[in-house]
C-alpha cells in the first residue's frame, strides 16, 4: 500500500515507533436497478482480500474528505459522504518492515455519485458493488465495518466495532 509522504518523513526520525495516525473508511453504496442496495469493495493488491475503501487521513484533512478522496483514488468512483457510522481505535497493526501504527478510525456512509468502479491507484485489483447477502470474504475488520454500515443505524456509534 501506498505510503503518504508525511509518514514516510516522520519514520525518518521514529523509526519503527508506534506511530497514532487517523484513518478515514468509505462505505459506498448505491441502488440495482431493482433496488437493492448494492456496496463497493477493493480487492487490496497486497493481500489479496477483498475490502471497504480505506486511507490515512492527510494532515490538515476533514475525515469526510479522505473518505471521499480515498473513494475516487482506489475505486474511481465519486461519492457524497452522508454521515459518520461509527468511530473506533483499532489494534495496534505490525507492517512486515517493523513499522507499527495505530488509528482512530472514522467510518463513513457514502452514496455513489458517479464513476465505474476500478483499481485506479494500483492499491487494488478489483473493484465492484455487492448485494448485502453477497458480500465476498473479508477479514474481520472489515466485515465488521460492513456489518454497521449495512444496519445503519442513526446514532454514530463509538467503540470497539461489534462483531460481524
Not at 15 to 42: M, N, Y
Request: with cysteine.
Amino acid at each position: 500500500m501506498a505510503t503518504p509522504d508525511f509518514i514516510l518523513e516522520l519514520r525518518k526520525h521514529i523509526g519503527t515507533t508506534p506511530l497514532w495516525l487517523s484513518g478515514s473508511t468509505a462505505g459506498i453504496h448505491r441502488f440495482a436497478a431493482d433496488g437493492t442496495p448494492e456496496w463497493l469493495l477493493v480487492r487490496r493488491a497486497d493481500t489479496g482480500a477483498w475490502s471497504v475503501v480505506t486511507g490515512i487521513i492527510d494532515p490538515g484533512e476533514h475525515p469526510a474528505e479522505a473518505a471521499a478522496r480515498e473513494a475516487v483514488e482506489e475505486a474511481g468512483v465519486v461519492v457524497e459522504v452522508e454521515r459518520l457510522v461509527w468511530q473506533d481505535v483499532t489494534a495496534m497493526v505490525t507492517y512486515d518492515n517493523g513499522d507499527q501504527t495505530q488509528y482512530i478510525n472514522h467510518t463513513f456512509r457514502c452514496r455513489w455519485v458517479s464513476g465505474e468502479p476500478h483499481p485506479a491507484d494500483g492499491e487494488n485489483t478489483e473493484a465492484a458493488f455487492f448485494r448485502a447477502d453477497a458480500l465476498p470474504p473479508m477479514e474481520e475488520q472489515h466485515a465488521r465495518a460492513m456489518g454497521v454500515l449495512i444496519a445503519d443505524a442513526p446514532e454514530c456509534g463509538l467503540g470497539p466495532l461489534p462483531p460481524a
